[in-house]
């Protein structure tokens, strides 16, 4: 049986070419609060972030989640200039199961289809795989968020199902959440395609 204490260590920091991935901290919230104010962002999320309030209520939330081993939120570093330019997380982690998603991730759109998000995400296969022995990892999106589908897609997710009226926005809208996963044995495939194609 897997201490869920001694699943998912701290600090991590992941480190790769165009960023690096430090834990989340109150010290960046400032600059993700004026990162997040961009509507864009949101479009297709459950959340409105482009409210500062709620905002800064989802990133204290989840610092406060990390310590419960609930969720391990990132920020996103652009390692040419140390700027913060997004966030990420592991979330539904079921150490037990030896399962957890990748979720919550946003960049300021100036980085979008850069090649930062691809990055990011070999990161946090690489680590769910070779150090936590990971046995399945999932990434969900909204059924119509055909950007983020390509982007799970483009690394390998295996497309699993959609989920029908699996949540409620914020504005009210029923959400279909579209479901993938990557097994160990899919890793080494994905790891050639992720590298292949930055």
Known sequence: MIN?????GH??????????????????FPELLKI?????IWEYMSVDGSDERRLLQLLETAVLKRATKEQYPFAVV??????????????NIFPQHRKLEIGWTWYDPAYWRTGVNRECKYLLLNYCFDVLAAIRVQLVTDEINLRSRKAIEGIGGVFEG???HERIRENGIFRNTVMYSILPP?????????????
């Open 4 to 8: 869920p204490a001694d699943w998912i």
């Open 11 to 28: 600090p991590v920091v992941l480190e790769g070419e165009m960023v690096r991935l430090v834990p989340l901290e109150r010290a960046h």
């Open 36 to 40: 997040g104010a961009d509507r864009r």
């Open 78 to 91: 652009e390692k040419a200039t140390g700027a913060i330019i997004g966030s990420t997380m592991f979330h």
């Open 162 to 164: 959609v989920l029908r």
């Open 186 to 198: 899919e890793w080494e495939f994905v790891r050639h395609q992720v590298i292949l194609k930055k």
